[in-house]
């Protein structure tokens, strides 16, 4: 079969690479892909919210199989723009429709989404610019440090974790009020802080039916030791050691079964994959977010560690018959360990040749923020490489991968050495 990826991040890099091993694909496309991603498939330049040309990219190729990457497709509905259009309505999307997406889309929805299905989360409430003297008057009820966070979709930067009143008043009037984030911020969650280690469970599903792919915990923050900037992901490890049989299993019966059921009762059909954002809180899992796709750096450790076919899977989901697929999971460790641009995240360095990715010895390479400019390999993203490996245990993925790391040289690269030291 034909297949088409959308995005251009580390998650498609990952995705392509597993997708190009299985003898069901004959050929890959990749829109619009990176610098590293031929290596897959063919690379084609197309912007992943331009519809039109995505459907013409499906017919001249006849492709039969669409998977989504990023979020922003989803949420626009790329998904209900195929099903409404008689020339490509046969062709699956793996990936919500756009009322599912909301669950990413649109905090306030899926918090009252959680709250209709008794999903454990955090206390909240959702204020707008008409309610905001209401706002700040919940907020000296609430305890602190207290959480903001941007009801719609704002690039990874949307949440706020505020430690004293006067910085959650004034940070709520400058989202409502001065638009900090944009349309984004139009409303916004004041949520309840929870205490505890985050991680990340990843669910397929075919609407009915659901498998959970291996969990993952990523790091957010620039400097090591959890410390500077949030990022969009410095790295992942997977499996994470503190989310044993027990743990997993509460995740199941107190999050994943009526997430899923809950999308049936409410009659939303969902072909995709669950990503649930996790505070394993003293043993007791409470969801953070739902994300309507799957994660980065996370994605990248996951399909390390998936044996299977994945393609078959994605057939699975397409088809409605997931239950009937096989999914088998490496019990080794993956560890990935991110190279980002000198500055990110704030304005960073970009057109830096990339040198030493041929001196890897033990890991795969994903580009993410990667461009050609003639025979070189030039920085283009604040996140430029995700260096992955697959090893027997924790400490030698740890090793390996920063290792790995360590052999590609490019002006300003930053990357952090700590990436699961605190799982050790």
């Known amino acids: 079969m034909n297949i088409l990826i959308l995005g251009s991040g580390g998650r498609e890099s990952a995705f392509a690479w597993k997708i190009a091993q299985s003898p069901k694909c004959d050929k890959l496309f990749i829109a619009p892909g990176n610098a590293g991603t031929h290596q897959y498939g063919t690379t084609v330049n197309i912007k992943v919210t331009d519809f039109a040309a995505i459907k013409q990219l499906v017919i001249d190729h006849a492709i039969d199989l669409v998977l989504v990457g990023p979020e922003e497709p989803l949420v626009k509905g790329v998904h209900d723009f195929f099903l409404a259009d008689d020339a490509i309505k046969h062709v699956p999307v793996i990936g919500p429709q756009a009322e599912g997406a909301q669950l990413e889309g649109s905090k306030d929805y899926s918090k009252q989404f959680m709250q209709r299905h008794n999903i454990p989360t955090a206390a909240s409430a959702t204020f707008t610019k008409d309610t905001l003297q209401d706002g700040l008057t919940y907020l000296e ?22 430690t004293t009143l006067n910085e959650a008043k004034y940070e709520l009037n400058e ?41 993952a915990k990523d790091y957010k ?17 997977s499996p994470v050691p503190f989310a044993d049989a027990d743990f997993l299993k509460k995740v199941e019966d107190r999050i994943v079964i009526p997430t899923v ?57 397409a088809e409605g018959n ?11 460790t993956a560890v990935t360990v991110v190279c980002v641009a000198g500055g990110y995240p704030g304005d960073y360095m970009k057109g830096d040749v990339i040198t030493g990715m041929d001196n890897v010895r033990g890991s795969q390479v994903f580009q993410a923020g990667t461009a050609l400019q003639g025979e070189d390999v030039i920085t283009a993203g604040g996140r430029v490489l995700m260096v992955t490996t697959l090893q027997d245990n924790m400490f030698d993925a740890l090793q390996q991968a920063t290792a790995d790391a360590s052999r590609i040289y490019y002006d300003g690269k930053v990357f952090r050495k700590d990436i699961g030291f605190d799982l050790l």
């Open 175 to 215: 989202m409502l009020a001065e638009a900090k984030f944009g349309d984004a911020s139009s409303k916004v969650v004041i949520e309840q802080f929870l205490k505890g280690i985050e991680l990340s469970v990843f669910v397929m599903t075919d609407g009915e039916h659901y498998k959970i792919l291996p969990e």
């Open 141 to 162: 009820t609430a305890g602190l440090p207290i959480v903001l966070k941007a009801d719609g979709l704002a690039a990874g930067k949307g949440v706020l974790i505020c």
């Open 322 to 332: 997931l239950h009937e697929k096989e999914l088998v999971i490496s019990p080794k």
């Open 261 to 317: 059921e809950g999308l049936k009762k409410e009659g939303i059909p969902y072909k995709g994959f669950i990503f649930i954002g996790l505070m394993n809180d003293g043993g007791d899992p409470y969801t953070i977010e739902y994300n309507a796709r799957m994660g980065d750096p996370e994605t990248e450790s996951v399909m390390m560690r998936i044996e299977s076919d994945f393609v078959d899977l994605l057939q699975g989901v």
């Open 221 to 237: 923050r620039i400097g090591e030791g959890d410390t500077g900037l949030n990022t969009g992901g410095m790295g992942s490890v």
